[in-house]
């Protein structure tokens, strides 16, 4: 698959019928070796332990300004179909805010309100390691959707590991999402809400995300998330 191969009619069906949308073979195998292999390299902000913070075990490095071609690319053509998606998600729960059609655009808007580290990721995990469930919420604007992108092969590569999503519905037990993905896989989410449609209308539903106990090897990821940190 390339971007411009994405079915975003199917996408968004998706989203709104289960949470999360599955972009198979969304980057090649060389292209996830090449992007694995930065995790040692440089052009990083900051490296985060999670065990320091108890976020789980593990490591992810945020990417520094300007980002890597491909990562950018990512980011870029990613963002337009996905702020449709957005406002038409805003417009359904009632909130005002807007996303403009370009992500240099929605940048401006975050570097304005002071957000202006930038947020794309790789994550690294080893046996024992995983990443609790929470959200990427890093100031006033957040962006309502992001994608995880998964660089090595399951059963080959790693074991366990798996991307787990929860929605917590009111009122009602929580619901959890296992994402089967296989190397070069895309999955989009929300970052922290989204609409669903209920017996007396249109209510809203928290998520949050994680990765289960990795088994053994190892297993990266990039993140691709379209707001900026404050």
Do not use: K
Request: net charge neutral; charged share 20%; hydrophobic share 35%.
């Amino acid at each position: 698959m390339t971007l411009q191969d994405i079915d975003w009619t199917a996408a968004e069906r998706d989203l709104n019928a289960q949470g999360c949308a599955l972009l198979q073979g969304l980057l090649s195998p060389v292209e996830c070796e090449v992007m694995a292999a930065r995790y040692d390299g440089e052009g990083f902000r900051s490296t985060v332990v999670m065990a320091r913070h108890g976020f789980g075990r593990g490591e992810y490095r945020y990417f520094a300004y300007p980002l890597p071609d491909a990562v950018a690319e990512l980011r870029t053509a990613l963002y337009p179909p996905l702020a449709q998606i957005a406002n038409r998600w805003n417009t359904a729960l009632g909130e005002p805010t807007r996303y403009p059609a370009s992500h240099l655009e929605y940048l401006a808007r975050c570097h304005a309100a002071g957000q202006t580290r930038p947020t794309p990721l790789l994550l690294r995990y080893g046996p024992g390691d995983y990443n609790c469930l929470h959200q990427d919420l890093y100031g006033e604007h957040v962006f309502p959707l992001q994608a995880a992108i998964l660089l090595n092969e399951p059963g080959h590569d790693f074991e366990g590991g798996e991307f787990v999503l929860t929605e917590q519905r009111p009122r009602m037990q929580s619901r959890a999402e296992v994402v089967p993905l296989r190397q070069g896989d895309a999955v989009l989410f929300p970052v922290h809400h989204r609409p669903v449609q209920g017996g007396r209308g249109i209510y809203r539903v928290n998520l949050r995300h994680g990765v289960s106990r990795l088994r053994s090897g190892r297993r990266h990821t990039l993140g691709i998330i379209f707001h900026d940190a404050a």
